[in-house]
């Protein structure tokens, strides 16, 4: 699997572990839920309760697994129960929803379809309902995946400033799959279908970006650790050689090929850039200053450009 550092799998223990993500699925990220092409749920948001379950004369319990063989999954799922018929406009009616785990529909008899939806992950079926009480299993063909990154050579990377996207494998139009998961934190576990995903890794805001492949297998949890090529630097414009960092700099960031990388305002210029050689342009009071440099992977540094008549003339010809 490309760009992947580490990568385990592991079958047990894997329900305790999706339970612990949590019973909504926006805590798994801290952002807001992601919608989903299902034909009749739009979201993945949490039931509200607004609707009580529906009475009538048939009984019927559902329950979701992982895998046909799995046990039941005790919490965390949110049910809804939809007619199959479209309504006057156009979507399919809800009849009934509750969240949590195994749970008791009282329902007209007749046909309904059932969706279970347990973080990301997603099922549905059609059931019949009839005057007698019965239950309906749904298998929801499912696993967890767990993220993390690290440098080259293992070095560990602050979890603060990593953060990954997950997207169907397959591409559409555009060349992109759909977008699953946003702004996943490290360590965090996300529940999805079985299949294969593409993983958007980020280390920092601007372009230490690193893609993998990785494939979801139900009722295991895949830990995946994603490798960055790139490093920490702190920038400042001095008077001399260890000098005090001085105020009022505009800063742009260019790569070897020309391209602007970053442009920021302060005294210092924090960030984190994927390894090569950049161009730094540094301006104060209407002069230029710039300086050739090179990051390399793991090796965190602070770069002085030296605010000499030497270095202004060199940028101002540049120009």
């Known amino acids: 699997m490309r760009g992947v550092y580490g990568l385990s799998v592991k079958r047990f223990g894997m329900a305790v572990a999706l339970f612990a993500a949590g019973n909504a699925f926006a805590q798994e990220s801290g952002t807001a839920p992601v919608a989903v092409t299902s034909p009749f749920v739009n979201s993945y948001a949490p039931a509200t309760g607004d609707l009580p379950l529906a009475i009538g004369l048939g009984e019927v319990k559902l329950a979701a697994q992982l895998t ?71 298998v929801l063909d499912a696993g967890g995946l767990k993220l993390n990154a690290v440098l080259a050579g293992g070095a560990r990377i602050k979890p603060a400033l990593l953060k990954f996207n997950v997207f169907e494998a397959k591409a559409d139009a555009k060349g992109q799959g759909a977008l699953i998961a946003l702004d996943v934190g490290p360590n965090t576990v996300v529940r999805l279908n079985s ?41 400042k414009l001095v008077r001399e050689a260890g000098g005090e960092a001085m105020a009022d700099t505009s800063w742009s960031i260019v790569s070897d090929s020309g391209d602007p990388v970053r442009e920021v305002v302060g005294a210092y210029a924090s960030m984190v850039l994927a390894e090569g050689e950049y161009t730094i342009i540094a301006k104060n009071r209407d002069k230029l200053y710039q300086r050739d440099f090179k990051v390399e992977s793991g090796k965190s540094q602070e770069v002085e450009v030296l605010a000499s008549e030497a270095a202004a003339d060199h940028a101002d010809e540049a120009d």
């Open 195 to 235: 299949g294969n995903y593409q993983i958007v890794s980020y280390y920092g805001g601007v372009n230490a970006v690193t893609r993998s492949d990785i494939k979801v297998e139900a009722g295991k949890l895949v830990e995946a650790t994603i490798e960055h090529h790139a490093a920490e630097l702190t920038i």
């Open 68 to 138: 046909p063989d799995g046990a039941e999954i005790g919490r965390g799922l949110v049910w809804r129960v939809f007619r199959p018929q479209p309504g006057p406009d156009g979507t399919l009616p809800l009849v009934a929803q509750a969240q949590g785990g195994t749970n008791v529909f009282q329902l007209e008899p007749g046909s309904y379809l059932v969706h279970a939806s347990f973080g990301r992950a997603g099922a549905t079926k059609r059931i019949t309902v009839g005057s007698d009480a019965k239950k309906e299993n749904i």
